[in-house]
């Protein structure tokens, strides 16, 4: 199975910063990664797909870059609907895996 | 608009059974495969199950192969998830989603059924 390793794991950043999350896989995954946006009581929101595809209607402060095994979410400004917690998923192969989240919080 | 709404979550005794059911809407339903994910409490997201468009082909995390059977009635629009012999770890909101390996990205959600295995 492939491992998912997201860093930090927690954020407490100011609005208007730059954020960066991390996700690291245990093998190679090609471009086979997607960011979601989860908030308290919702369901997960897809902000990026294969690596660097925005979704629609995601504003472009969120990027994504990457591929193989090192992968990154970057908010450009951080906003005050940003706060939540943010996830990777690969879906290079079965199992589909999850990072274990990075909660960013407000400071 | 796409909509996915889950139903059939509840309460029920350890070695019990549930089977959710996910009512989709606003697309081609039989043209996409679907998956299952759930999320422990206070815990983060763990894929389940996949179905392909025509429910022909399945995969499961080792977590639940044998317990737990997805499926799917085009004819309804409607996907499935059968939950038996069900432990306290179980415990968990299932979401269903579109999406799957195939189509790289899982881009609608459901809003969540609750399970709980407690006695």
């Known amino acids: 199975d492939i491992q998912l390793t997201q860093s930090p794991s927690f954020l407490s950043p100011s609005v208007g910063d730059r954020v960066t999350i991390t996700c690291r896989a245990s093998q190679g995954i090609s471009s086979y990664l997607a960011w979601y946006q989860q908030k308290p009581g919702k369901a997960p929101k897809l902000l990026i797909y294969t690596a660097s595809t925005l979704q629609s209607g995601v504003p472009s402060r969120f990027s994504g870059s990457g591929s193989g095994t090192e992968f990154t979410l970057t908010i450009s400004s951080l906003q005050p609907e940003d706060f939540a917690t943010y996830y990777c998923q690969q879906l290079k192969s079965y199992p589909l895996t999850f990072g274990g989240g990075t909660k960013v919080e407000i400071k | 608009e796409v909509q996915l709404l889950e139903s059939g979550g509840g309460l029920v005794q350890p070695g019990g059974s549930l089977r959710l059911s996910c009512a989709a809407s606003?697309?081609?339903?039989?043209?996409?495969?679907m998956s299952w994910v759930r999320q422990a409490p206070g815990k983060g997201l763990e894929w389940v199950s996949v179905i392909s468009n025509t429910g022909g082909t399945t995969y499961y995390a080792d977590s639940v192969k044998g317990r737990f059977t997805i499926s799917r009635d085009n004819s309804k629009d409607t996907l499935y998830l059968q939950m038996n012999s069900l432990r306290a770890e179980d415990t968990a909101i299932y979401y269903c989603s579109r999406g799957a390996m195939s189509s790289g990205r899982f881009d609608y959600w459901g809003q969540g059924a609750l399970v709980t295995v407690s006695s």
């Open positions: 606003g697309f081609s339903f039989s043209t996409y495969g």
